[in-house]
């Protein structure tokens, strides 16, 4: 069995290897840090192949309903947000912090504790998240944080985002890059040796002005950002994988929201570095 580089998606029940059918009628008949690069495991209940049930089990539509619902509340968490901090420019550090240390706190509970599927805890995640986002995304782009681009930019990365996920998904449909065993290996080691450079130059930050330079807005740091974003986009290959997986074996309906949570903590990575990267330039 594949692993994955979204831990909501781990252990999993066994399925030959083959081509991603996320999203396909066949999947549908059957069948998401970083921003701090932190997610979650998948319930241990949801380990085995689901014996046939009474009632009916996960299809894509219980995914795509949850993963709306999710994300449709992180959005609107995000622009209350926004508009606080647009009010008062002093709240945006603070709802950074909090959103940010509270989704972290979410996510490890969803891990450690197997609640993934826990609807109240996935929207609790997508509040807190959202405040985090919002707040982030203000600071990106209002000149008093030394940012630039206003709402033009936030909206250049949120159409980024749903761009790749949209390019990423087709790629996973037309099985244009297999999910093989080397993949994901090769994928998870990416993205542990970009935790590694991030908190390392966060250290040789408080020594070197600027750290070893990957987020400094110089030319490493805007190669460093897009390949972050390209390890951020593949990632999504491996979710989509894990998620057929699910349908496959037959898992309840339950377990959406359980895909809603890594699909979204993957989206919200990927958001925070393509603004990141968009600043870079606005700054110039």
């Not at 630039?148 to 949120?158: E, F, L, P, T």
Request: without cysteine.
């Amino acid at each position: 069995m594949r692993a994955t580089s979204n831990p909501v998606f781990k252990n999993l029940p066994r399925q030959e290897t083959g081509y991603a059918s996320f999203g396909s009628a066949a999947a549908g008949a059957g069948q998401l840090g970083y921003q701090y690069g932190n997610q979650q495991q998948y319930p241990q209940q949801y380990q085995q192949p689901y014996p046939q049930a009474p009632t009916r089990s996960l299809t894509i539509d219980d995914v795509v309903t949850k993963t709306g619902i999710t994300l449709g509340v992180l959005a609107l968490s995000a622009l209350v947000t926004y508009l606080l901090t647009s009010a008062n420019n002093g709240l945006a550090p603070l709802f950074v912090i909090g959103g940010g240390l509270i989704g972290l706190v979410l996510v490890l509970v969803a891990t450690f504790g197997n609640k993934a599927d826990n609807p109240a805890l996935v929207l609790s995640y997508a509040v807190a998240e959202g405040v985090f986002v919002g707040a982030l995304s203000f600071m990106f782009t209002d000149i008093s944080f030394g940012g630039a681009g206003g709402a033009g930019m936030i909206g250049q990365a949120i159409l980024g985002t749903f761009g790749v996920f949209a390019g990423m998904l087709v790629v996973y449909k037309t099985g244009a890059i297999r999910v093989t065993p080397r993949f994901t290996r090769m994928l998870i080691g990416a993205m542990i040796g970009i935790l590694v450079l991030v908190v390392g130059n966060l250290i040789a930050s408080f020594f070197t002005d600027g750290g070893f330079g990957l987020r400094d807005g110089g030319p490493i740091a805007i190669i460093f950002s897009l390949v972050v974003i390209a390890i951020a986009a593949f990632s999504f290959l491996l979710d989509f994988d894990a998620a057929d997986q699910l349908i496959r074996a037959q898992a309840p309906p339950k377990a959406a929201w359980g895909v809603a949570l890594g699909l979204t903590v993957t989206l919200v990575w990927l958001y925070v570095e393509i603004l990141r990267l968009l600043s870079y330039f606005q700054s110039d």
